[in-house]
């Protein structure tokens, strides 16, 4: 490949190939007719790229630092850099690598020695700026090409960079995936948030909006997407001309390019975007088009798939498409502005490592999203959540940004609120209406990251870039996203959408901080004549960490409530304040019918007493927050415990059954209620639960307390009753939906003999129940639990993985593969893997690998396990050194140890002495790990109503 890029690059500089001795020389003649064309700028580059070639090709010699932009960094650029304009050249081969030709044109208003490129990029080709060649030993350091003061000047500027680069394999930067199926080759690209500088030189930061016009060549079979629309598309033999008029040399024309019939596709320049949000998906994808008439007010739209995954997709494009609209229609409706860009594609792609990316006109998405078996209903939620939330960054994020990541939430919060709105109030979107059941399942994660040592205020102190990585978390999205259900209800529909109509009109293409979104909706607040002042809000809500604790008191006399508060204290690791919320509170009668007190408001203090309830009959049980409006820990009182564990059946209204289950099992979480307890009553409710995603996750809750606080000793014990229910209702269960998930968690809660028995039955005779069908990742999860168990031959094991293997030939199948075979009850193999996991130089795929960890760590493999305890704490802090975020975080759950003792407790705790300060992402690990085996350490964990002694009770590792 390093011959390849010689000879295109030395090919810029005439028709003969000026390769050093050691690579072959040639003469390509039609790049000689191409370069005869007379052109000034063409005849100066080639002067400069012939100047430039003298230096040697430089690879950063400290490619493998960990080097972030600061915030300091990205301030001083952005104070002289303005008007930057790209043009990208890539030509995309197959194989592991790509050449990239960029030229950057940008206004400095001060020459200045802190400007510098972003590159994480394998080799520097030869720079030049304004036309001086630039030696690559001189600039190109510490993933950065650094442009000295003396070879700047004020106003405009030109730097040139040709490059040589390795595709990604861990799903950031320009990511290349094979398909296992049919040897295809795909790439896409993920840039948020400092990833754009891996696939090429830039100024990598929101504020730093620039243009990107976009050159590919690649394989005659493969599409390519970028963020705009195409506008040539030719045999890179016929590209002469289009070469000339771009101001690129015609010499990229590579004779062997051409006999292999590479194509050359132009795309327009995008308006000016953040360099997050650039984008390049290329490969022999599929695709669909939607029919929609331009005169009906949609974008054009497509949706790409690997060609092997096309029938999956297939069933459900149409609704793909429905819902896109559906979203486009009430956004414009609600922001007072058109979709902002040319085009909404929207794109699967393989290994990807999030649930979707907002680029500009071309959305990307996991392929968790791909439906090889009928979905459930929850999931097709999920997925039309994640549809419209991407969709709403055209507006928010894309269209107007923030300035800097500590604003992150202005994206994210936004989004994930806004597109809940869409779902249950947007025309044309009534399947899906059930979506604030759904956001409530999704604050969990925001009520447990509130809680740890690391919890952060909304809008957070981002120093770098890497702490930028770390606050993609449940604050960023589902605290903030609930503060603005809060908000909205407070100041209505109407007022919040005006708001939103100034903010877009005052700030489409620019970037904002959170006073300019605040601002925005005091001004409409002001029109609509209230009075109600948003800085407090904002200092109680996004300027502070923490999560408060409600619990109501009734002081009743004679059948009627002579007092009713609410005290509000502040929870573990937050702030010691109170806030003001905003709620509704429902009183229970003795059939559980409801009396609702809208509207409700909670005083910042720690208590409050709410008059207007004052002489109503006694409740039989009390529930704060009913409609989820408040972001709190809704404590139960005394009364409403025993009430809701008999009778929670009965609740009529689904959020409210949910959210009662969420204050029962956090009971659990907090020590004041027995593990056990809450499994029988899971055994006993969730029998008789209809609503899906109450269901889940009151199973979900289950799978927590047996894995998490329940002694291993104890597992079986615990998890047998959980499977016999469901088993039980499996059988009488008439729901085709629900049987998927009956059948999901048989497979999660069996861990006995007998019960593996069962479920290898079904893998050979089916379940003999009616529409209850195993899906292949059903399957592949029933042969890891066999493959795991010592118990089953060799023999067998391989038998069942190579029959399924043989029917499914897709990545997924590679996958489980590596994960049976990683759990093996082998010492040898276990050896064997662990020295594959540090080896720096493995070239797998980091998601093959990941797969394979979670197969090591066994439950039941204790004795094989037990030594790669020790060997964890030696190595931990040389893969955060040495390997990837991605690998590092992986690396670290996956293989922590399972056991939660004194002991283990110990060796996090002095692993956090010796973690260096600029270490920040393990520190983070690693204090949410101590924070976390505490708090199972200290809870009523199995017994009632005192604590088990945990010195004789060896605990499983929390999450």
């Known amino acids: 490949k390093q011959k390849t890029a010689y000879e295109i690059l030395s090919g810029l500089v005439g028709s003969e190939m000026c390769i050093r001795d050691r690579y072959q020389r040639r003469v390509?003649?039609?790049?000689?007719?191409?370069?005869?064309?007379?052109?000034?700028?063409?005849?100066?580059?080639?002067?400069?790229?012939?100047?430039?070639?003298?230096?040697?090709?430089?690879?950063?010699?400290?490619t493998k630092e960990k080097i972030y932009l600061t915030h300091t960094e990205a301030i001083d650029r952005a104070k002289v850099i303005s008007n930057v304009k790209y043009l990208l050249a890539m030509i995309l081969h197959k194989g592991d690598e790509y050449i990239g030709y960029m030229t950057a044109d940008f206004e400095l208003s001060d020459t200045s020695d802190k400007i510098f490129f972003d590159f994480q990029g394998s080799q520097l080709l030869f720079c030049s700026c304004n036309d001086t060649p630039i030696p690559g030993n001189e600039i190109f350091l510490k993933r950065r090409v650094q442009l000295p003061k003396k070879y700047q000047k004020v106003g405009h500027n030109k730097v040139v960079i040709a490059y040589r680069n390795e595709y990604a394999t861990n799903g950031n930067g320009l990511h290349h995936f094979v398909d296992p199926e049919d040897k295809e080759e795909y790439l896409y690209s993920n840039f948020e948030p400092f990833s754009a500088n891996k696939m090429m030189p830039c100024f990598d930061q929101p504020n730093l909006k620039a243009t990107l016009k976009l050159i590919t060549v690649t394989p005659?079979?493969?599409?390519?997407?970028?963020?705009?629309?195409?506008?040539?598309?030719?045999?890179?033999?016929?590209?002469?001309?289009?070469?000339?008029e771009l101001g690129i040399p015609a010499a990229l024309i590579n004779k062997e390019l051409e006999d292999n019939k590479f194509v050359f596709r132009e795309f327009a320049a995008t308006p000016a975007i953040s360099t997050y949000l650039f984008a390049c998906i290329a490969g022999p994808y599929d695709f669909f088009i939607s029919n929609r008439k331009p005169g009906e007010g949609y974008p054009p739209m497509r949706i790409f798939i690997r060609k092997s995954l096309k029938k999956y997709v297939e069933p459900y494009a149409?609704?793909?498409?429905?819902?896109?609209?559906?979203?486009?229609?009430?956004?414009?409706?609600?922001?007072?502005?058109?979709?902002?860009?040319?085009?909404?594609?929207?794109?699967?792609?393989?290994?990807?490592?999030?649930?979707?990316?907002?680029?500009?006109?071309?959305?990307?998405?996991?392929?968790?999203?791909?439906?090889?078996?009928?979905?459930?209903?929850?999931?097709?939620?999920?997925?039309?959540?994640?549809?419209?939330?991407?969709?709403?960054?055209?507006?928010?994020?894309?269209?107007?940004?923030?300035?800097?990541?500590?604003?992150?939430?202005?994206?994210?919060?936004?989004?994930?609120?806004?597109?809940?709105?869409?779902?249950?109030?947007?025309?044309?979107?009534?399947?899906?209406?059930?979506?604030?059941?759904?956001?409530?399942?999704?604050?969990?994660?925001?009520?447990?990251?509130?809680?740890?040592?690391?919890?952060?205020?909304?809008?957070?102190?981002?120093?770098?870039?890497?702490?930028?990585?770390?606050?993609?978390?449940?604050?960023?999205?589902?605290?903030?996203?609930?503060?603005?259900?809060?908000?909205?209800?407070?100041?209505s529909h109407d007022t919040f959408c005006d708001g939103l109509k100034e903010y877009f009109k005052t700030f489409e293409w620019k970037n904002t901080e959170l006073k300019d979104?605040?601002?925005?909706?005091?001004?409409?607040?002001?029109r609509a004549g209230s009075t109600i002042?948003?800085?407090?809000?904002?200092?109680?809500?996004?300027?502070?960490k923490g999560l408060?604790?409600?619990?109501?008191?009734?002081?009743?006399?004679?059948?009627?409530?002579?007092?009713?508060?609410?005290?509000?204290?502040?929870?573990?690791?937050?702030?010691?304040?109170?806030?003001?919320?905003?709620?509704?509170?429902?009183?229970?009668?003795?059939?559980?019918?409801?009396?609702?007190?809208?509207?409700?408001?909670?005083?910042?203090?720690?208590?409050?007493?709410?008059?207007?309830?004052?002489?109503?009959?006694?409740?039989?049980?009390?529930?704060?927050?009913?409609?989820?409006?408040?972001?709190?820990?809704?404590?139960?009182?005394?009364?409403?415990?025993?009430?809701?564990?008999?009778?929670?059946?009965?609740?009529?209204?689904?959020?409210?059954?949910?959210?009662?289950?969420?204050?029962?099992?956090?009971?659990?979480?907090?020590g004041k209620a027995s593990t056990k307890d809450f499994l029988g009553l899971v055994v006993k409710q969730a029998a008789l639960e209809q609503v899906e995603p109450i269901f889940t996750s009151a199973l979900g809750f289950?799978?927590?307390?047996?894995?998490?606080?329940?002694?291993?000793?104890?597992?079986?014990?615990?998890?047998?009753?959980?499977?016999?229910?469901?088993?039980?209702?499996?059988?009488?269960?008439?729901?085709?939906?629900?049987?998927?998930?009956?059948?999901?968690?048989?497979?999660?809660?069996?861990?006995?003999?007998?019960?593996?028995?069962?479920?290898?039955?079904?893998?050979?005779?089916?379940?003999?129940?009616?529409?209850?069908?195993?899906?292949?990742?059903?399957?592949?999860?029933?042969?890891?639990?066999?493959?795991?168990?010592k118990d089953f031959p060799l023999e067998e094991k391989a038998k069942l993985l190579q029959q399924e293997l043989d029917k499914d030939k897709s990545d997924e199948g590679l996958r489980a593969k590596k994960a049976c075979e990683a759990a093996l009850p082998n010492a040898e193999n276990k050896a064997k893997l662990w020295n594959w996991f540090l080896d720096e130089n493995v070239k797998e795929n980091e998601h093959m690998i990941f797969s394979a960890m979670a197969g090591f760590m066994s439950w039941e493999q204790e004795d094989l396990t037990k030594p790669y305890q020790e060997k964890y704490f030696d190595v931990i802090v040389k893969i955060f050194e040495k390997r990837t975020r991605s690998y590092a975080e992986e690396f670290f759950y996956l293989m922590k140890p399972h056991d939660n003792t004194p002991e283990i407790?110990?060796?996090?705790?002095?692993?956090?002495?010796?973690?260096?300060?600029?270490?920040?992402?393990?520190?983070?690990?690693?204090?949410?790990?101590?924070?976390?085996?505490?708090?199972?350490?200290?809870?009523?964990?199995?017994?009632?109503?005192?604590?088990?002694?945990?010195?004789?009770?060896?605990?499983?590792?929390?999450?």
């Open 28 to 62: 390509h003649g039609d790049s000689q007719i191409l370069m005869e064309v007379k052109n000034p700028l063409l005849d100066n580059q080639a002067k400069v790229i012939k100047e430039a070639l003298k230096y040697e090709p430089f690879p950063d010699p400290q």
């Open 220 to 244: 005659n079979n493969w599409v390519v997407i970028g963020n705009e629309l195409e506008l040539a598309t030719l045999l890179l033999a016929n590209a002469g001309e289009k070469l000339k």
């Open 318 to 491: 149409e609704e793909f498409f429905n819902i896109t609209e559906c979203g486009v229609k009430f956004y414009e409706q609600s922001f007072g502005r058109k979709f902002p860009f040319s085009k909404h594609d929207q794109i699967y792609c393989p290994e990807f490592n999030v649930g979707a990316m907002e680029n500009v006109g071309a959305v990307t998405y996991t392929e968790h999203y791909v439906f090889k078996d009928p979905p459930t209903e929850e999931r097709k939620i999920r997925f039309s959540e994640t549809i419209l939330h991407e969709l709403s960054h055209m507006w928010f994020g894309d269209l107007v940004t923030m300035n800097w990541w500590n604003d992150l939430w202005l994206n994210e919060s936004f989004a994930t609120f806004i597109s809940n709105l869409c779902m249950s109030i947007g025309v044309g979107l009534y399947k899906y209406q059930t979506s604030w059941t759904q956001f409530h399942k999704g604050k969990g994660w925001a009520y447990r990251e509130d809680q740890e040592p690391t919890t952060h205020p909304i809008t957070a102190t981002v120093e770098n870039t890497e702490d930028a990585e770390n606050i993609f978390d449940g604050i960023t999205y589902m605290k903030g996203a609930s503060s603005l259900k809060q908000l909205y209800y407070l100041i």
């Open 517 to 526: 979104f605040i601002g925005s909706l005091q001004n409409a607040l002001k």
């Open 533 to 544: 002042d948003l800085d407090a809000w904002v200092k109680q809500w996004l300027c502070t």
């Open 548 to 670: 408060n604790e409600l619990r109501p008191e009734i002081i009743s006399k004679d059948g009627l409530i002579t007092e009713f508060r609410v005290h509000q204290e502040a929870a573990v690791n937050g702030d010691p304040i109170c806030r003001m919320h905003m709620l509704d509170i429902a009183l229970y009668d003795k059939n559980f019918l409801a009396t609702t007190v809208k509207r409700v408001l909670i005083e910042p203090k720690p208590i409050t007493v709410i008059d207007i309830l004052k002489g109503k009959p006694t409740p039989v049980a009390t529930y704060l927050n009913v409609n989820d409006f408040a972001f709190s820990k809704i404590q139960l009182d005394a009364p409403s415990i025993p009430a809701f564990q008999q009778e929670l059946n009965k609740i009529n209204e689904n959020l409210t059954r949910l959210m009662i289950w969420r204050s029962l099992w956090d009971m659990v979480r907090d």
């Open 702 to 789: 289950a799978i927590a307390a047996t894995t998490w606080y329940v002694p291993i000793e104890f597992h079986k014990t615990e998890n047998t009753p959980l499977f016999e229910m469901v088993i039980k209702r499996l059988k009488i269960e008439t729901s085709e939906n629900m049987k998927k998930h009956l059948v999901n968690h048989a497979i999660a809660f069996a861990c006995t003999h007998e019960h593996k028995l069962l479920l290898l039955q079904w893998l050979k005779e089916g379940t003999q129940i009616k529409d209850a069908i195993l899906s292949q990742t059903n399957k592949y999860s029933i042969i890891g639990k066999i493959y795991e168990d």
């Open 905 to 959: 407790l110990a060796k996090f705790e002095n692993l956090l002495k010796v973690v260096k300060s600029e270490e920040k992402t393990l520190k983070k690990c690693v204090m949410e790990e101590v924070e976390d085996i505490k708090r199972v350490m200290s809870c009523l964990l199995y017994t009632s109503p005192s604590p088990r002694d945990l010195s004789t009770s060896r605990m499983p590792s929390s999450a």
